[in-house]
């Protein structure tokens, strides 16, 4: 049996159910703050100890949960297939990393690590964040924000995943509500090129109608099955979909 490549993306449904509240409400605040407010590089320059409070709370809170089957269920495929399986999440979380993936791409940065915008070097920080705290590289103070891609930023990994979207036979997206770009355009860049698409959501995403396949239900239920039958036949559980046509500009 040929092992196909696959690339995952997890969005944060994948972590709500681990009991990590997803901190953007339905009417657009971040925990009650306007998004321009916490997740900007304007917002932290007008106002950095809001902005280090608000990612201090996230990280105390993610101490309190941990990963699920779902993430396990993804950890068990990589270890099964290795390379071949691309794991990238817009989730800042790690709990990918505690359920047992050794290869994964923030694209939108990660929680638990600070960078240094003075020597532009990040590092793995787990305490409480301020203005006092200091850069282990270079020692400056007043110069450590979270490494976390902000509106207006560019993600992380960019090249490396638009390159293995190309590549590969399979996409799948699991807890992701399809609305957030570039993200969102994944589906469409993967089945461009041949792949095969699959959605496993609670719901339907935003852009559901893209996807070849659509598995319904909680990751935490959805994720293992499909990885099981993943593991015990390929062709069965991602069968071959005739390549799209190439894109045309207004299609």
């Known amino acids: 049996m040929k092992i196909p490549r696959i690339v995952i993306l997890t969005g944060a ?15 657009g605040l971040w925990e009650g703050h306007r998004v321009e407010e916490v997740a900007s590089p304007e917002g932290f320059a007008a106002n950095p100890a ?6 201090n709370r ?29 794991l990238v999440t817009q989730n800042v979380d790690d709990l990918h990393e505690r ?13 638990l690590r600070v960078r240094c915008m003075d020597c532009d ?12 705290s200091r850069c282990p590289a270079c020692k400056a103070v007043e110069t450590l924000r979270p490494d976390i891609v902000w509106f ?15 590549q590969a036979d399979g996409f799948v997206a699991i807890g992701t509500s399809g609305n957030v770009y570039p993200a969102a355009g994944f589906v469409q860049m993967a089945a461009r090129c041949g792949a095969t698409t699959v959605e496993i959501n609670l719901e339907p ?21 499909w990885v099981e039958r993943m593991l015990d036949s390929s062709s069965a559980a991602l069968p071959r979909i005739k390549p799209l046509p190439p894109w045309r500009s207004g299609s």
Request: one cysteine or more; a negative charge.
């Open 13 to 27: 449904g994948i972590s709500a159910e681990s009991g990590l509240a997803t901190f953007r409400g339905s009417d």
């Open 50 to 55: 809001l902005v280090y409070e608000f990612y």
């Open 205 to 225: 995403s935003q852009n559901a109608s893209l996807f070849d396949l659509r598995h319904s239900g909680p990751a935490t239920v959805e994720v293992p099955r």
């Open 99 to 111: 359920g047992g993936s050794s290869q994964v791409l923030h694209m939108h940065g990660e929680l």
């Open 58 to 86: 996230r990280r105390a809170a993610l101490r309190t949960v941990c990963p699920n089957a779902a993430h396990e269920a993804i950890a068990r495929l990589q270890a099964a297939w290795g390379e071949r399986v691309l």
């Open 121 to 132: 070097r990040a590092h793995r920080w787990q305490d409480d964040l301020d203005e006092t």
């Open 152 to 166: 207006g930023e560019m993600p992380y990994f960019m090249d490396e995943i638009q390159e293995a979207l190309t």
